[in-house]
Every structure is written in structure tokens, then in C-alpha cells.
């Protein structure tokens, strides 16, 4: 009797003619989150069997899937030969010791010479009659137990479902570049995005040395936490320390955040283009703070001249921001205390609804394209 896990997929079905693809990538991505553990992966129609992995790994195994974009479910499961009396040993294997129950069965090999009613009544019968705490309730068991009988001549016996993340296999929507800092909001809009299956790369600015090391540690663990649902990820870090010395030095300091805004915007839309990154995603929710206005956004969105750029959160409120953060475990990341650039030179009165006309001519003291090449320069990329 060997533990296996059954994963079955959530809208890939849904893709009629690209279905192979779909199915190709998300086979894939099940591989690299599995990466490390030994294990053999197969395909049986409409779901997969990971199977060979050492029994105490089953729940590191499941941390592990339970993050892959494109999982309904998953079970647990006892693989036992297709005769009834190994399969009624599984049965008993996953039966609680009381408790009101019932058997679901399934039988994909028509050969098998019982039909699922009769698998059902018979491992039932044969459960009651050696178990005497337990009893048959059709309607609402306290557990059912499952029956899978396979065309391959193995069936699988599990009792219980974990939800799978759902979505999409990443990869299957193109690939987006999501402007991180080391705030709450901006790693999940990123799982979010990469949640309807696009691969996710990251920029980070930062103003070094006005913000400390510690600062960039905890991007770089914050593009690890989402590297964790997307197979992966680039994080891009570039330097805008000197364009938040000269717009301090020649703007007025009202406008450092929407001068910086829209520079990151552009320096953003410039290595998206360079890596094929086809859409922007930001962590702004309307109406957060001075900058996330619709002027804000306005803003910083009218110097982007090629790619779309997604703002999932932009309806969220911030608990639910929270909630979010903390269940893809961001969120104690993201709360430590070290500032990324756009506190450093920050203004007590921001602008909060920015006219384009006082933009402009703040912006035009500036010379916005010298100061985008040089922070061009300072880029590093980290592969996590
Ligand atoms: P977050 O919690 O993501 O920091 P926030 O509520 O603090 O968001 P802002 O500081 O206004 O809001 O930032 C809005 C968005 O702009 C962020 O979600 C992020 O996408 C982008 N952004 C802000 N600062 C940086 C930065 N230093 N590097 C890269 N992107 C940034
Ligand atoms: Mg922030």
C-alpha cells in the first residue's frame, strides 16, 4: 500500500483547444515546486498522481503544491492493487475509528467486475461489520471515504480534499513586471496577478545609501515569498537616489513623490519592454494615500506610452489587503520597520490632486532623460 497525491486541476479544462498547452505548462510548474524531493509524477485523465516520495515528506510535499496556481484539490491517497479485499484494507486504513460515514466510488476500468454502487455497499458492509463505532449515513456523513478504481489495474482510497490555490498555471498569461517596494500592498497584487497565470518579474527602486541594507534585504525576501508561487522570479534593483537628490534640489518639495512616481513609472515601462515584460502591475489602491488619487494615478500613468498597466488592489480595502498578505506570508516581511526611497526627502504636505499644468512645469526643471539613463546604469538583477 503506497501514499500517493492526487492533484486535480481547477479551469484548465475550461481552455478547449489550448488544453495541451495549459496542461504542459502546469505539469512543469508541479515539477519545479517539487524540486528537491524525490518523486515520480503521472498523468491519469483530468488529474495528476505524484507518487515515489518518501511517506514522512507527504506534508512538506502538500506546503509545497498547495502554492501552485492551477490546483483545485488535492488528496491523499492509498494506492493499493484493483482487488477488493486490498482495497477494503485501505478502506479500513482511512476510516475513522466512529463516527457516521459513506463510500463514493468511481470506476474508470469497466472491467473491474463490480460497478461503483456495488464497490460502495460492499466495502461499506465490510467497514461496519468489523468497525463498531461507525455507521452508514448517506445524506450527511461525518466522512466519506473514496474509492477510485483506475484503468490501470491500481486503485485509490483517500477521505479528505484540500483546496488547492486555483487560478492559473503560471505561464499561461504572458508575463507582467510588478513595481515592488518593501510595503504590504505591492506582493499581492503580484501573487494576485500570477494567481490568473502570468509569470511575474519585479522592479524595486531604492536610495541607497539615505535607505540602509535591510531595506533591500527585505524586497529581496518579499520577491522570494512570491517566487514561491511563480516558479521563480527577477528581481530588477535600481538605484533613484540621485533623481530624488535633484528633484530636491531644483522642484518644489511638494511634488517629490509625484515627480518620483512618474520616473519610476518610466524607468519601469523601459526594462519591461527590454525583458518582454508585457504589462506593468502596482500595489496602488484608490484613495490609499496622496499619491494613489485618481490625480495621483492620472499622474503616473500618463508617462507610460506602450504597456497596460494592472492594479488589482485598486477595490480593496486595506484590511482585506491584510488578510491577503498575511496568508501568502508576506505580511511579517512586509511590516518590518525599514523604509524604502519614497520616505527619504519626503514632503509634510504632499500634493494630493496634482494638476498636470504645475506637474510639467516642476518636471521641466529636470532633465528627466539624463537622469533615467544613468538610473538605467545602476540596475541589478537577482534571480530568485
Ligand atoms: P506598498 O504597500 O506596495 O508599498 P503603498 O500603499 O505604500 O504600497 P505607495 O507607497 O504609494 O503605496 O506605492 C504604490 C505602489 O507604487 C506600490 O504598491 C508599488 O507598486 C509602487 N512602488 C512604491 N514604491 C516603490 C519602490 N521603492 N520600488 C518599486 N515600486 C514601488
Ligand atoms: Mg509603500
Redesign the pocket.
Given at each position: 500500500m503506497e501514499k500517493v497525491i492526487i492533484i486535480r486541476y481547477s479551469e484548465i479544462h475550461l481552455k478547449g483547444k489550448n488544453r495541451g498547452y495549459f496542461e504542459r505548462v502546469f505539469a512543469l510548474n508541479i515539477e519545479k515546486s517539487l524540486k528537491g524531493f524525490k518523486h515520480e509524477t503521472r498523468r491519469l485523465s483530468g488529474r495528476y498522481l505524484v507518487e515515489g516520495f518518501d511517506e514522512f515528506q507527504t506534508d512538506a510535499l502538500l506546503e509545497r503544491l498547495k502554492r501552485v496556481f492551477g490546483i483545485h484539490s488535492m488528496s491523499v491517497a492509498l494506492k493499493v492493487k484493483s482487488d477488493m479485499d486490498l482495497i477494503f484494507a485501505a478502506a479500513k486504513e482511512v476510516c475513522s475509528e466512529s463516527g457516521t460515514f459513506k463510500v463514493v466510488s468511481h470506476r474508470a476500468d469497466k472491467t473491474f467486475p463490480l460497478n461503483s454502487m456495488q464497490i460502495s455497499a460492499e466495502i461499506g458492509g465490510r467497514l461496519i461489520s468489523c468497525m463498531d463505532k461507525i455507521s452508514v449515513d448517506v445524506h450527511e456523513p461525518h466522512f466519506t471515504i473514496n474509492i477510485d478504481v483506475r484503468e490501470n489495474g491500481t486503485s485509490l482510497v483517500f477521505n479528505e480534499f484540500f483546496k488547492g490555490a486555483g487560478g492559473m498555471p503560471v505561464g499561461t498569461s504572458g508575463k507582467g513586471l510588478?513595481?515592488?517596494?518593501?510595503?504590504?500592498?505591492?506582493?499581492?497584487?503580484g501573487h494576485m496577478i500570477a494567481k490568473r497565470g502570468m509569470n511575474i518579474d519585479?522592479?524595486?527602486?531604492?536610495?541607497y545609501p539615505y535607505t540602509n541594507m535591510q531595506a533591500r534585504d527585505k524586497?529581496i525576501e518579499l520577491a522570494r515569498v512570491l517566487s514561491k508561487y511563480t516558479c521563480g522570479t527577477r528581481l530588477n534593483i535600481?538605484s533613484?537616489t540621485h533623481i530624488q537628490e535633484e528633484i530636491h534640489k531644483k522642484c518644489n518639495g511638494e511634488y517629490m513623490?509625484t515627480l518620483l512616481?512618474r520616473f519610476?513609472m518610466r524607468i519601469?515601462e523601459k526594462c519591461a519592454l527590454k525583458s518582454g515584460a508585457q504589462c506593468l502591475?502596482?500595489?496602488?489602491?484608490l484613495g490609499?494615500?496622496?499619491?494613489?488619487t485618481v490625480e495621483?494615478i492620472t499622474s503616473?500613468n500618463s508617462v507610460i506610452k506602450k504597456l497596460p498597466v494592472l492594479r488589482p488592489?485598486c477595490g480593496f480595502d486595506?484590511d482585506e489587503?491584510i488578510e491577503r498578505s498575511r496568508a501568502i506570508g508576506a505580511y511579517d516581511i512586509?511590516v518590518q520597520p525599514y523604509e524604502?526611497?519614497?520616505t527619504v526627502f519626503l514632503p509634510k504636505h504632499p500634493v494630493i490632486k496634482p494638476t498636470m499644468e504645475n506637474i510639467l512645469s516642476e518636471e521641466g526643471k529636470l532633465d528627466v532623460e539624463g537622469l533615467i539613463d544613468e538610473a538605467m546604469q545602476s540596475l541589478e538583477v537577482i534571480t530568485l
Amino acid at each position: 500500500m503506497e501514499k500517493v497525491i492526487i492533484i486535480r486541476y481547477s479551469e484548465i479544462h475550461l481552455k478547449g483547444k489550448n488544453r495541451g498547452y495549459f496542461e504542459r505548462v502546469f505539469a512543469l510548474n508541479i515539477e519545479k515546486s517539487l524540486k528537491g524531493f524525490k518523486h515520480e509524477t503521472r498523468r491519469l485523465s483530468g488529474r495528476y498522481l505524484v507518487e515515489g516520495f518518501d511517506e514522512f515528506q507527504t506534508d512538506a510535499l502538500l506546503e509545497r503544491l498547495k502554492r501552485v496556481f492551477g490546483i483545485h484539490s488535492m488528496s491523499v491517497a492509498l494506492k493499493v492493487k484493483s482487488d477488493m479485499d486490498l482495497i477494503f484494507a485501505a478502506a479500513k486504513e482511512v476510516c475513522s475509528e466512529s463516527g457516521t460515514f459513506k463510500v463514493v466510488s468511481h470506476r474508470a476500468d469497466k472491467t473491474f467486475p463490480l460497478n461503483s454502487m456495488q464497490i460502495s455497499a460492499e466495502i461499506g458492509g465490510r467497514l461496519i461489520s468489523c468497525m463498531d463505532k461507525i455507521s452508514v449515513d448517506v445524506h450527511e456523513p461525518h466522512f466519506t471515504i473514496n474509492i477510485d478504481v483506475r484503468e490501470n489495474g491500481t486503485s485509490l482510497v483517500f477521505n479528505e480534499f484540500f483546496k488547492g490555490a486555483g487560478g492559473m498555471p503560471v505561464g499561461t498569461s504572458g508575463k507582467g513586471l510588478l513595481l515592488i517596494s518593501g510595503g504590504i500592498d505591492s506582493p499581492v497584487a503580484g501573487h494576485m496577478i500570477a494567481k490568473r497565470g502570468m509569470n511575474i518579474d519585479c522592479i524595486h527602486f531604492h536610495s541607497y545609501p539615505y535607505t540602509n541594507m535591510q531595506a533591500r534585504d527585505k524586497v529581496i525576501e518579499l520577491a522570494r515569498v512570491l517566487s514561491k508561487y511563480t516558479c521563480g522570479t527577477r528581481l530588477n534593483i535600481i538605484s533613484v537616489t540621485h533623481i530624488q537628490e535633484e528633484i530636491h534640489k531644483k522642484c518644489n518639495g511638494e511634488y517629490m513623490v509625484t515627480l518620483l512616481r512618474r520616473f519610476m513609472m518610466r524607468i519601469a515601462e523601459k526594462c519591461a519592454l527590454k525583458s518582454g515584460a508585457q504589462c506593468l502591475i502596482t500595489g496602488e489602491s484608490l484613495g490609499q494615500v496622496a499619491s494613489q488619487t485618481v490625480e495621483g494615478i492620472t499622474s503616473s500613468n500618463s508617462v507610460i506610452k506602450k504597456l497596460p498597466v494592472l492594479r488589482p488592489l485598486c477595490g480593496f480595502d486595506k484590511d482585506e489587503i491584510i488578510e491577503r498578505s498575511r496568508a501568502i506570508g508576506a505580511y511579517d516581511i512586509s511590516v518590518q520597520p525599514y523604509e524604502d526611497c519614497c520616505t527619504v526627502f519626503l514632503p509634510k504636505h504632499p500634493v494630493i490632486k496634482p494638476t498636470m499644468e504645475n506637474i510639467l512645469s516642476e518636471e521641466g526643471k529636470l532633465d528627466v532623460e539624463g537622469l533615467i539613463d544613468e538610473a538605467m546604469q545602476s540596475l541589478e538583477v537577482i534571480t530568485l
